[in-house]
């Protein structure tokens, strides 16, 4: 099982786990606090509910971790399938409850929907500009003509106030590695990106950009539409 997989289900079965440690390339590791994945609507930032709020029609959850965003959909009769590369994730969403939870790659996927959606940062397993670009192809295959993709991101130039940014990469490219109970996982990609990325990538790749809510703290929701006029 992996290490995160681990802490999820030691939480989620007895109510106590161990500190889940994520170790980053840019700082000291911090502390996940793994209740934040098991949230309610009312634990939930405004960002997310209104992300939720904007699901129409055949819904795919990607990244859908403990499966608490298809939860909430499936309380409003929302066709949701939420799926996850974490088998021990998938699980615990299947005993929540979640009556289409899938180990997938979404790579591999085949499958129409209306609405997309990637929450709690979920477009960072893209992992690198290269990668978001790839995606973002990728998903013009799931998305129906008419149909959205709705996540939120982070510019994390705040990072980089005191200290220049990296030269050899893009400054949201970051990674992380989890440890629970003294093991360690792989170390894996990640990124944030900053507004006017996501609009160029997006805009080359077909899509229109329309920015749905920012918060004030350097995070904000998007929405991509697929540009119908667009052909390459």
């Not at 298809?70 to 005993?95: G, H, P, W, Y």
């Not at 893009?170 to 440890?179: F, L, M, N, P, R």
């Not at 996982?185 to 077909?206: L, P, V």
């Amino acid at each position: 099982m992996d290490v995160f997989g681990k802490a999820l289900t030691d939480i989620y079965t007895t109510g106590e786990a161990d500190t889940l440690w994520l170790h980053n390339s840019y700082g000291e590791p911090e502390e996940m606090p793994l209740e934040f994945f098991f949230r309610d609507d009312e634990d939930m930032p405004v960002l997310e509910l209104q992300a939720l709020h904007m699901c129409s029609g055949k819904v795919l959850d990607i990244g859908a971790g403990v499966g608490s965003h298809a939860l909430l959909l499936q309380a409003f009769n929302i066709d949701v399938t939420a799926i996850d590369i974490s088998e021990a994730a998938v699980n615990i969403m299947k005993e929540r409850g979640v009556k289409k939870a899938f180990i997938q790659d979404i790579f591999t996927y085949q499958e129409k929907f209306d609405t997309i959606i990637m929450l709690m940062n979920g477009i960072g397993l893209t992992g690198t500009l290269p990668g978001f670009k790839d995606f973002l192809i990728k998903l013009k295959t799931l998305v129906n003509p008419h149909g959205q993709v709705i996540f939120d991101s982070s510019d994390i130039a705040y990072l980089y106030e005191d200290m220049p940014k990296p030269q050899n990469q893009y400054y949201g490219e970051v990674s992380y590695q989890y440890e629970y109970k003294g093991e360690k996982g792989n170390w894996f990609n990640w990124i944030y990106i900053d507004e006017e990325t996501i609009k160029q990538i997006a805009k080359e790749t077909g899509w229109d950009t329309e920015l749905i809510f920012d918060d004030g703290e350097d995070q904000y929701l998007v929405k991509l539409t697929p540009n119908l006029g667009y052909y390459k």
